[in-house]
């Protein structure tokens, strides 16, 4: 079973960057299919925010590209996301999450809170 541990969220003025990590607690991160962030604002659906798979390709909502990177360490078994020019719009919990077989997301982190004041 793939456990995910989420680090980095907090409070940031609008314009501001954070980063989030999450670390994978199996052996080899490459084995699995595709690594992703998703966010969840009160009142909102869920939603994709990024994702990379194994191959190192990457696909990002339209509301973060630009703005947002994500990458993954496989020696450090690591998934981040940079976000830059943060803004108000972009405060949620954010969830990483373990796609194995490329069938959708196995597993999910418990979340870090990410909130921007204006």
């Known amino acids: 079973q793939v456990q995910l541990v989420e680090s980095g969220g907090g409070l940031v003025q609008a314009g501001g960057s954070l980063r989030l990590s999450c670390v994978v607690s199996?052996?080899?991160?490459?084995?699995?299919?595709?690594m992703g962030w998703y966010r969840q604002a009160p009142g909102k659906q869920r939603e994709l925010v990024a994702r990379?798979?194994?191959?190192?390709?990457?696909n990002y909502a339209d509301s973060v590209k630009d703005r947002f990177t994500i990458s993954r360490d496989n020696v450090k078994n690591t998934v981040l996301l940079q976000m830059n020019s943060l803004k108000r719009e972009d405060t949620a919990v954010y969830y990483c999450?373990?796609?194995?077989?490329?069938?959708?997301?196995?597993?999910w982190g418990q979340g870090t809170q990410v909130t921007v004041s204006s």
């Open positions: 199996i052996r080899g991160i490459f084995n699995i299919y595709a």
């Open positions: 999450t373990a796609d194995l077989y490329n069938t959708g997301p196995t597993s």
């Open positions: 990379i798979t194994s191959g190192g390709a990457t």
